[in-house]
């Protein structure tokens, strides 16, 4: 019995149901249209390959737990991972251009070579 709830829990029909073949129709369709992200409005570098953050992704912008439809193209958007994971399944109204956690951190521990993008003055 708690097999049964926990599989219809985790059932997502996008995923194993019956909208998988149109779902993966639908998205390379937007792989081969789109290149902005729809949740931050930067550009989607399709090079990077999962599971980095800035990989890219398919966001339903109507969750389907919240009665969005599983794979409708007009459900479906293109959005790197990060900003995906962010957005979670909360509804965004207007469209909110938020950058969470795609920043591009320094790659080596030598601080003496960035610089500080306020100037190079004293406090």
Not at 18 to 46: A, M, P, W
């Amino acid at each position: 019995m708690e097999t049964e709830r926990r599989r219809k829990k985790n059932f997502r029909p996008d995923r194993d149901g019956t909208h998988r073949k149109i779902f993966e129709r639908n998205k390379k369709l937007i792989y081969s249209t789109q290149n902005i992200c729809g949740i931050c409005g930067k550009v989607v570098d399709f090079s990077i390959r999962y599971p980095d953050p800035l990989s890219a992704c398919i966001d339903h912008i109507i969750p389907v737990d919240k009665g969005g439809h599983p794979s409708d193209i007009s459900n479906l958007q293109l959005a790197h991972r990060c900003c995906n994971r962010a957005k979670s399944d909360n509804l965004y109204m207007n469209p909110v251009r938020v950058s969470p956690s795609c920043r591009v951190l320094p790659q080596s521990r030598d601080w003496g070579c960035y610089k500080s993008e306020q100037g190079t003055g004293g406090a």
